[in-house]
């Protein structure tokens, strides 16, 4: 079967994800590139971080320079600065990154972005007095014109036991100071399946975000990675997994009251109001190009010379390492590289493409790869459909069904193992 080019050379933008590890204390399970700061728990203006902002900004804008060859053309659709906490950074940095990728790639116009807005331009926050009162100037002088709160719960006992360093009342006045500086579209941090959290206090945690009404809800069950405090807890035997089902159930109530609310389940964990959806996450769901910078970024190269699937770059994850080789050379921070290839990039269309509502379009599966979704999966197809899990339209088009939803997983790992045989 003829192999077509990768989809994304038919498309002509770019996504930027700029990674800022920076985090005032780390939470016991986070298992992120992030770097402590604790000076600004004692001094939100110390010079010290000042000095580590200001290499790391400028250590940025190198990478930005030195990576933009290969998004050469494209025109910027999404930025999207995370992290870590990139709230911590002033809104001058922020500036200073936002002109950088600004003049590396022009915006997309107006008229063919669906959100109205020319480039997507995101902020992850934590809720702080420090990032509250910066909240003004991110929007007017860095042009912020969505934000990222890192919520997690309205509930103090979750929170501490999460190790997080604010509690519900600096939620509240976060939100309302978004609000208040203008901000129109909004997105929360839920976690959920969280130690000792109850069905009622999930219910309490849902009616407290309706009660807000952000554009965008982004869900999160709590994993105890290993290598985190979390994780080797929970490898001696101090902290019980939450139950399977428990946790599904949950996710399932989540979907229901978000659901009822008017909030589409665009992507697996994803809920957002109509038209709020996030960009950004959908350029990694549909496999669109992102340049990401900073440590442990990951990019999605376009197709080029000798990749015509496109390439995956990771960066080192330790930010003194990231640091130093760049300020030593000027140039890129070694990490991993992957050229893709049919089989690769194919399965990842279809697992990617099923965590979203739309699903897999056998259209786009035959303009990328030269065949229909049967012929290259008939056996994993079959099963799941047969099994419930997955629902197949008389154009070949596929989505997953309510189960499937709960059993992304294995459906993932069917498509992943029947290409393995091939490699
Ligand atoms: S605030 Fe977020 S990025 Fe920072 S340590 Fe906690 S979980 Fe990790």
């Known amino acids: 079967m003829q192999e077509k080019a990768h989809k994304s050379e038919r498309e002509k933008d770019v996504g930027v994800y700029v990674h800022v590890p920076f985090c005032a204390r780390i939470c016991p399970y986070c298992d992120f590139a992030v770097e402590p700061a604790p000076e600004l728990l004692r001094d939100p203006a110390a010079e010290v971080f000042r000095d580590r902002e200001d290499r790391t900004v400028s250590a940025l ?4 320079e ?7 053309g494209r025109r910027l659709s999404t930025l999207y600065f995370g992290g870590g906490t990139p709230g911590l950074l002033r809104a001058d940095s922020l500036a200073r990154l936002r002109e950088a990728v600004g003049s590396a790639f022009p915006p997309l116009p107006k008229a063919e972005s669906e959100s109205g807005a020319a480039v997507e331009v995101t902020l992850e926050v934590n809720p702080s007095t420090l990032e509250r009162d910066r909240l003004k100037a991110f929007a007017e002088q860095a042009g912020i014109n969505r934000l990222s709160v890192g919520v997690q719960s309205f509930d103090d006992s979750t929170l501490k036991a999460l190790g997080r360093a604010h509690r519900v009342d600096e939620i509240h006045r976060t939100l309302r100071a978004a609000r208040a500086a203008g901000f129109e579209n909004l997105s929360v941090d839920l976690m959920f399946a969280v130690l000792h959290q109850t069905p009622a206090m999930l219910e309490a945690d849902l009616q407290a975000i309706l009660a807000f009404g952000p554009e965008h809800v982004s869900t999160y069950e709590l994993v105890h990675e290993p ?12 902290l019980d997994p939450f139950d399977e089902d428990g946790a599904a159930d949950m996710l399932l109530r989540i979907e229901s009251v978000l659901g009822g609310a008017g909030y589409e389940r665009y992507e697996l964990t994803n809920f957002a109001q109509p038209g709020r959806a996030s960009r950004h996450n959908q350029r990694y769901w549909a496999r669109q190009p992102v340049l990401a910078i900073g440590p442990g970024a990951h990019s999605t190269d376009p197709a080029g010379p000798g990749r015509p699937f496109g390439r995956r770059v990771g960066n080192e994850k330790s930010w003194s390492l990231w640091l130093e080789r760049i300020e030593a050379g000027g140039a890129l921070a070694p990490g991993t590289e992957e050229i893709l ?3 690769q990039a194919r399965s990842e269309a279809f697992f990617l493409g099923l965590r979203t509502r739309a699903g897999v379009s056998a ?10 979704p049967r012929s290259f999966y008939p056996e994993a197809i079959e099963r799941m459909v047969g099994a419930g899990l997955m629902v197949e339209s008389v154009e070949g088009d596929l989505a997953l069904t309510a189960r499937g939803r709960l059993l992304a997983d294995e459906v ?10 091939a490699r």
């Open 61 to 64: 804008i190198a990478e930005l």
């Open 66 to 72: 030195a990576r933009r060859p290969d998004f050469a």
């Open 227 to 238: 290598g985190t405090p979390f994780g080797r807890a929970a490898e001696a035997g101090q």
């Open 341 to 343: 290839d049919a089989g």
């Open 363 to 372: 259209e786009d599966i035959q303009a990328e790869f030269g065949g229909r």
């Open 412 to 421: 993932a790992a069917a498509f992943v193992a029947a290409e393995a045989p």
